[in-house]
């Protein structure tokens, strides 16, 4: 069995081949590299098998949704670490090294993350953010990570790119799609962040080691992910967890609501359904600052289920006319 395994869960062919390139020039070798091909056809297949190297495995999947591959992938794999790599990020050649040398130093860590460069479409470099101190490796709690991660809205820690798990302390995949008995779309990395730290504390790891690649294709993005929206109203239910879990103090989370409420504002004609959270954000406020804590209650279930439900019924339109192309091609 692989100490490490690396996961690649792909959609496209156009920077698959840097990332498999980087995982394979690791210093670190004890690992293995599954690709799970989501794309309709098993595009990727040929690209995949040209490497010829015994540790990558070709997974197909075809048509699942992001949070069904990243899954899908997670329980194919074997190694007791976990180490996420999206199709247009890629790593540099210590980072497995550095990472597993970090989980082996602090073995009560449910994750490590190192700092990431944001790079253009070509691989150029933007700009690398320092958030850790040089050099350090820290070990984080709950309440170091949470307050600055959720508070400010600030991911900090990264993409799932930039993290290494221990799945003996993190087992199950629902800790990327699930947060306290809510089905997400889009913050899977924080929303698993905030799991894992339920469990146990991080390593924050200041060195450089990976590359995060922003373009216009990219899931993040309107054009791309028809539930972009749920990236800002997940925000206020991580807010809201964090607050009822007593690990998100009442000025960080006041501090956050008004960030979201800038986001609500700014995409409400383009997802109406947002007014019903926008609207709801004044009372919400009132009511964390009486004290009270209980904000994941029913009225506010009620209300995501509603917004959920539009958001779903743009996710099905967009199948459908992914479907019709292909059918059409």
């Not at 899908?72 to 980072?95: E, G, N, Q, T």
């Not at 990976?210 to 993005?221: C, D, E």
Request: proline letters at 6%; a neutral charge; one cysteine or more.
């Amino acid at each position: 069995m692989p100490k490490v395994s690396v996961l690649i869960p792909s959609i496209r062919s156009e920077y698959l081949s840097q990332a498999i390139a980087s995982t394979l020039a690791q210093t670190f070798t004890d690992f293995e590299c599954l690709v799970a091909d989501n794309t309709e056809d098993g595009a990727l297949a040929p690209m995949v098998a040209s490497y010829g190297d015994r540790r990558i495995r070709y997974l197909r999947t075809g048509g699942l949704s992001q949070a069904e591959n990243l899954a899908f992938v997670w329980r194919a794999s074997s190694a007791p670490l976990i180490k996420y790599l999206f199709d247009d990020d890629f790593m540099l050649p210590f980072c497995l090294a550095v990472m597993v040398q970090a989980m082996d130093r602090q073995p009560s860590a449910t994750f490590a993350f190192v700092q990431r460069h944001f790079v253009s479409p070509n691989g150029g470099l933007l700009k690398s953010p320092a958030v850790l101190k040089n050099g350090v490796a820290s070990l984080l709690d709950a309440a170091t990570v949470i307050p600055p991660l959720v508070g400010r809205r600030n991911n900090f820690i990264g993409e799932p790119s930039n993290v290494l798990f221990d799945r003996t302390k993190v087992p199950e995949p629902e800790f990327l799609t699930e947060y306290r008995g809510f089905r997400l779309r889009f913050m899977f990395d924080v929303a698993l962040y905030l799991n894992a730290l339920a469990v146990g504390p991080c390593v924050g790891i200041g060195q450089f080691h990976t590359a995060f690649r922003q373009h216009a294709g990219q899931f993040s993005t309107m054009s791309v992910n028809p539930a972009f929206v749920a990236g800002l109203y997940e925000w206020e239910l991580l807010i809201r967890g964090e607050v009822s879990a007593g690990r998100l103090p009442l000025p960080a989370a006041l501090t956050g609501l008004e960030m979201i409420a800038g986001d609500y504002a700014r995409f409400v004609d383009h997802a109406p359904e947002l007014g019903i959270f926008l609207e709801g954000l004044p009372t919400l406020k009132a009511r964390l600052q009486q004290g009270d804590t209980a904000v994941l209650d029913d009225s506010y279930r009620d209300a995501w289920r509603q917004v959920d439900a539009a958001i779903e019924k743009r996710v099905e339109a967009r199948k459908l006319e992914r479907t019709r192309a292909v059918t059409e091609a």
